[in-house]
């Protein structure tokens, strides 16, 4: 066992890098350095980009995990991830800093669905909670700290730096998983049509926890951006709504280890852990609703417990379900359903607070969250009676 367990640590570092690269990056692109971006328009763009590549790339990338093996795919896109990164640190020019961000989301569309092709074959069917708990744990610190450290960074030497940092991470990460994860031949495969590859991504052990991870993904999104805003318009400081967003993030960080200690335990299934978490989510977006920071916290609280329980649950459950051979594919494409959720959550919040008040944005999303609860749990009986 120490073997897996030992392997598993640079996969964790992964899921780490690229959240890390995610939300450092896009947090301080538009900071207080000499060469941060100031159109609003061009750093929408360097936004889109990287979220766009991995949208396109990420179920590409799955597949070929599954064709020639997730290990190589894994190292290759760490190693992409690096020269991308360091690309800016040498051009130093605004032309670059597009090419690089776009080189950073092509490689983490390759690494990312690769480490939790990984993180599924390197475990047992009875450990997959506890594997994919650190797995969201150690992404979730990513995510957490990448602005703060970040902001650090190019407080201390620009952007450039932190794109430094970003290729030294990198290659760190991808030296410690050559040395560490074991290789994983691809299992061999039955043709497969696009007919067949519908029908499998069509199937309710596929959208279900799929559909869930997105609905998680859209909330902590809208969480992070929207939260400070509602607590600037009641009247409080940047101390409280930050320490919101971080009250957030460190209790989806904490839940997600214990969830999946549970699941593995027995103690907690997954239909039943996931239908909870979309209605604790949906809770915390009416919470938000609330005026003064008991809402602001009561928010966060229950969104982060809420996204923690959902995420390593959905994931345990595409894992059980999927043929080891497709591993990868299955988590591309589901990968590509949370980055769907991660800009369609924010979205819709924006539009309804644009036409109405920000309360009725966080009503917009808590709605069919509640519903996606209610479905869940409901089929989730209607199975255990059949």
Not at 181 to 203: E, H, Y
Request: proline residues 6%.
């Amino acid at each position: 066992m120490n073997g897996p367990r030992r392997a598993m640590w640079p996969l964790y570092a992964a899921g780490f890098t690229t959240a890390f690269g995610a939300h450092g990056i896009a947090a301080n692109l538009g900071g207080f350095s000499d060469d941060a971006v100031t159109s609003l328009l061009v750093l929408g763009g360097l936004l889109a980009l990287y979220d766009g590549a991995e949208v396109l790339l990420k179920p590409l990338f799955g597949t070929l995990a599954d064709r020639i093996g997730a290990r190589p795919v894994l190292l290759g896109g760490l190693a992409a991830f690096a020269a991308a990164s360091a690309l800016y640190v040498l051009a130093d020019s605004p032309g670059w800093l597009w090419a690089a961000r776009l080189g950073q989301g092509a490689a983490a569309s390759a690494f990312s669905p690769s480490a939790s092709a990984l993180v599924a074959r390197l475990n047992p069917a009875a450990r997959h909670g506890r594997a994919f708990g650190g797995y969201g744990f150690y992404k979730s610190l990513g995510y957490t700290l990448g602005p703060l450290l970040g902001g650090v960074l190019v407080w201390g030497g620009g952007l450039r730096l932190l794109f430094a940092v970003m290729a030294v991470l990198g290659v760190a990460v991808a030296v410690w998983a050559a040395v560490a994860v074991p290789a994983v031949p691809p299992l061999p495969r039955g043709r497969q049509t696009v007919l067949d590859l519908v029908r499998r991504l069509s199937t309710r052990a596929f959208l279900i926890p799929t559909a869930c991870l997105a609905a998680a993904t859209a909330a902590l999104s809208v969480g992070v951006g929207f939260l400070p805003v509602s607590g600037a318009t009641a009247g409080l400081g940047p101390v409280a709504t930050g320490a919101a967003v971080s009250v957030l993030a460190a209790t989806a960080a904490l839940v997600q280890p214990a969830t999946g200690r549970a699941m593995d335990a027995g103690r907690l299934t997954p239909r039943a852990g996931m239908s909870t978490g979309l209605l604790l989510t949906a809770a915390g977006l009416g919470a938000a609703m609330l005026p003064g920071l008991p809402g602001l916290l009561t928010a966060a609280v229950l969104i982060g417990a809420g996204t923690g329980l959902i995420t390593p649950l959905g994931f345990a459950t595409l894992a059980a379900t999927t043929p080891s051979e497709r591993l990868g594919q299955t988590m591309g494409s589901a990968e590509l359903g949370r980055e769907l959720g991660d800009a369609g959550g924010p979205l819709l919040v924006a539009a309804v607070a644009t036409v109405t008040t920000l309360t009725y944005g966080f009503a917009a999303l808590a709605v069919p969250l509640a519903i996606g609860a209610a479905l869940t749990f409901s089929l989730s009986r209607r199975r255990a009676r059949s």
